[in-house]
């Protein structure tokens, strides 16, 4: 009897570390959810978190100061333990506090560690680099209007611009309550952006729960959606040369980009 060839997708595992604000209820579940989508592409994928001290988020020096190297470090030393492939901040810290807080994060880490890593906001601008939009990006939060600014002068500052019209915040500060804002406020915010000329949009922080809504916004208005959640594991996964285009119809265009 012949012997028949396999047709089975051949497996590749990895182990994802994430850093998570401890008082993020959001991306965890979320992620999970991108995650089992992997498996259609041959793709076997474990999550592992740890998390560190964040309970809210405005431009204040004691804001500032949880995100400190060292205690996000001791996560991602925790993560080590495991033997984790690849670690990812998924976070957006480095939005407002400066590009370069994320790029000595991950430097420290493999540093440390010996493991490669990302961020949510890292991943973003490179995928931003490769774009050919550069200057109709939108911004959407749950942060209060002064911490939008700065994510706004700091994107200026690589060669993003965000004009203040294309900007919106649902001016909270407990990061705890970002979970809570309701589908229909994010669809209004999306809906300003692109009144004013929005191609991207970029769904700042990791505690909202917009990720799931990011095809339905793409089909609607023929935009990009960035969703921080979302990036941070395109990062992870391209860093780690893993295909992860099948969750481009179910979670955003950019998962397909070959850039």
Not at 94 to 122: K, N, Q
Request: net charge negative.
């Amino acid at each position: 009897m012949p012997i028949m060839e396999s047709t089975s997708v051949p497996r590749r595992r990895a182990r994802l570390g994430v850093i998570v604000p401890s008082s993020n209820t959001t991306l965890e579940p979320i992620t999970q959810q991108m995650v089992l989508s992997l498996a259609q592409k041959g793709i076997e994928a474990s999550l592992h978190f740890a998390r560190f001290r964040v309970t809210k988020i405005e431009l204040s020096e004691d804001s500032t100061s949880q995100f400190n190297l060292e205690p996000m470090l001791e996560a991602a030393r925790l993560l080590a333990d495991a033997k984790v492939d690849i670690i990812g901040w998924s976070g957006t810290s480095a939005s407002w506090l400066g590009f370069s807080t994320d790029e000595t994060l991950c430097r420290m880490i493999r540093e440390t560690t010996g493991i490669p890593a990302t961020s949510s906001v890292l991943a973003m601008r490179d995928y931003l680099v490769h774009s050919v939009v550069t200057e109709d990006i939108g911004l959407v939060t749950p942060y209060v209007a002064q911490v939008n600014a700065a994510i706004c002068d700091n994107f200026a500052r690589e060669g993003f611009p965000i004009a203040e019209t294309r900007s919106q915040c649902s001016g909270l500060t407990t990061n705890f309550d970002f979970a809570a804002v309701p589908e229909e406020e994010l669809d209004a915010m999306v809906a300003k952006v692109v009144e004013h000329g929005g191609r991207i949009i970029l769904i700042m922080c990791t505690n909202l729960a917009a990720a799931q809504r990011a095809v339905f916004w793409e089909k609607e208005y023929s935009v990009v959606v960035l969703d921080s959640v979302a990036t941070v594991l395109y990062g992870m996964l391209r860093q780690l040369n893993m295909d992860a285009s099948c969750l481009a119809i179910t979670w955003g265009s950019f998962f397909g980009s070959e850039s």
